[in-house]
């Protein structure tokens, strides 16, 4: 089966047999809208043989796709957690409100930003020791930031920036 064989709009190249097959970049929508027709066609395999109007059976490569962009979707989603709890406490949100939109306790959800900010000041260091002239990461001041902000109380609330109120 090639991306020829699917209806157009709901190609999707064969080789997405790992999560590392997927584009990087790839929109959030574009995973789902790619998984869901997969899934379509999986779904049509438990309709009986003699089902009256013509459907597109799924088959082995549709079910390795399905896996690996539900966990892509998985992974996107992980990966963006740390901005998204630094984005709702500089917005206003307090430990406890992130802790209870992520369904975990507050020093979990600290935790979990602590890990994020670490990484992003390694990823910051290591493109400055490499001279790169747009270091992606946090930088010193901004690191520094993102630990004050697990310093709050549970609830406690960061002053939110200018324009935002």
Do not use: I
């Not at 966990?71 to 740390?82: I, K, L, M, S, Y």
Request: contains cysteine.
């Amino acid at each position: 089966m090639t991306t020829a064989d699917h209806a157009p709009g709901t190609a999707l190249q064969e080789a997405v047999r790992r999560p590392g097959d997927v584009p990087p970049f790839t929109s959030l929508s574009r995973l789902a809208e790619q998984r869901a027709a997969h899934d379509a066609r999986l779904m049509n395999n438990r309709l009986p043989a003699d089902y009256p109007h013509p459907v597109e059976r799924g088959t082995a490569v549709d079910a390795l796709a399905g896996l690996a962009l539900g966990e892509a979707v998985r992974r996107h989603v992980q990966h963006e957690h740390g901005t998204r709890v630094r984005e709702a406490l500089e917005l206003g949100a307090s430990w406890s409100e992130v802790a209870a939109a992520l369904d975990v306790s507050p020093d979990d959800a600290r935790e979990l930003l602590r890990a994020w900010a670490e990484g992003q000041h390694r990823l910051y260091r290591g493109d400055v020791a490499e001279g790169r002239p747009r270091p992606l990461g946090l930088d010193d001041q901004e690191h520094a930031a993102v630990l004050a902000l697990c310093a709050l109380g549970d609830d406690e609330t960061a002053a939110a920036p200018a324009g935002t109120a």
